[in-house]
């Protein structure tokens, strides 16, 4: 497919999601290998795309990346990446028809209404994939703080938030993102299956869903399936078969041991490896008072990294 971009905007998320990495992306960059920028043909992996921050960054960035593979159990997501990379236009045209009703509804209560109406219909009817892509992003961006979450049943139960004018259809991020998105494979399924696709010099980006820091903050609730202690547990097992493959790898997660110093569940589980505790923050919660900066993990099975990141956490 050939497409002209509209504009010179860059590629970028293209909703708005939970635990995004959008600004730790200085960070996470410093602590790639050494050699990464001068490797050639370049095998990158993200089981765990979630809203593609880092995906967008590194293919952007880096131009030695022959072939990206990215992966989400969650299948709605799965479906918007993947009809913005075949089909944007289309994409384009519902959401432009979503933006303009939402507008015409005037309103708080009547775009609730249509907000309401859409949910059921992403919830419980058979959609297109055209429109389940245009319903996914519309929902994010008049949802309340843009949060993705589903309940046991793998429903959407985000209420409605307060927008008096949301962009609802970004035609020229769209295709920016279309165009970027035509050198990556996109997968549905268990976070082992990306195994399989390991080629050459590959490196792996990992950001699961987090452990919860503690009881009140216990939200990883992007799908109906659990990610508890058990699959934490089965991911570092994936990790260090991947490692003695030779792969290059970094993950990050939630710095635990940061809000209760006898919770060393991380560093004991990755001890054979490279663990560092960086500032990042936190933008997404219903509790205003819970946002902030916190520290969280990067855990690399490599010794040298391309620089001095500047929000080190200096234990």
């Not at 962009?167 to 976070?191: H, M, P, R, W, Y």
Request: some cysteine; glycine content about 6%; charged content about 25%.
């Amino acid at each position: 497919m050939n497409l002209q971009t509209i504009s010179r905007t860059k590629a970028k998320p293209f909703l708005k999601w939970a635990g995004g990495k959008t600004q730790l992306l200085p960070t996470i960059d410093s602590f790639l290998p050494e050699a990464f920028g001068r490797e050639k043909n370049i095998t990158y992996i993200e089981p765990f795309v979630g809203g593609g921050a880092m995906l967008f960054f590194m293919l952007q960035k880096y131009p030695n990346i022959k072939k990206a593979i990215i992966n989400d159990i969650n299948p709605h997501l799965v479906t918007t990446y993947t009809i913005i990379r075949d089909n944007p236009y289309s994409l384009i045209d519902t959401l432009t028809d979503l933006q303009e009703k939402f507008r015409a509804a005037g309103d708080f209560e009547a775009q609730k209404e249509l907000f309401l109406n859409i949910r059921f219909r992403f919830n419980q009817e058979t959609l297109t994939d055209v429109e389940e892509a245009a319903y996914m992003i519309f929902l994010n961006r008049t949802c309340f703080n843009g949060l993705y979450r589903e309940n046991s049943k793998g429903d959407f139960n985000v209420p409605f938030g307060r927008y008096s004018n949301p962009t609802i259809c970004d035609e020229s991020l769209l295709i920016a993102d279309s165009e970027l998105l035509q050198k990556v494979e996109i997968l549905n399924g268990d976070f082992a299956r990306t195994g399989e696709y390991v080629d050459g010099y590959t490196f792996f980006y990992f950001d699961p869903p987090y452990r919860p820091l503690d009881a009140t903050s216990s939200f990883n609730s992007y799908v109906k399936e659990t990610f508890d202690d058990k699959e934490q547990i089965r991911l570092k097992e994936f990790y260090s078969f991947l490692s003695v493959e030779g792969c290059k790898e970094m993950l990050s997660n939630s710095d635990c041991k940061g809000r209760n110093a006898e919770d060393i569940f991380f560093d004991e589980l990755y001890q054979d490896f490279f663990i560092e505790r960086v500032y990042a923050k936190r933008n997404i919660n219903a509790n205003a008072s819970k946002r902030g900066t916190l520290t969280e993990l990067l855990i690399r099975n490599y010794e040298n990294f391309q620089g001095s990141p500047a929000n080190l956490f200096d234990l």
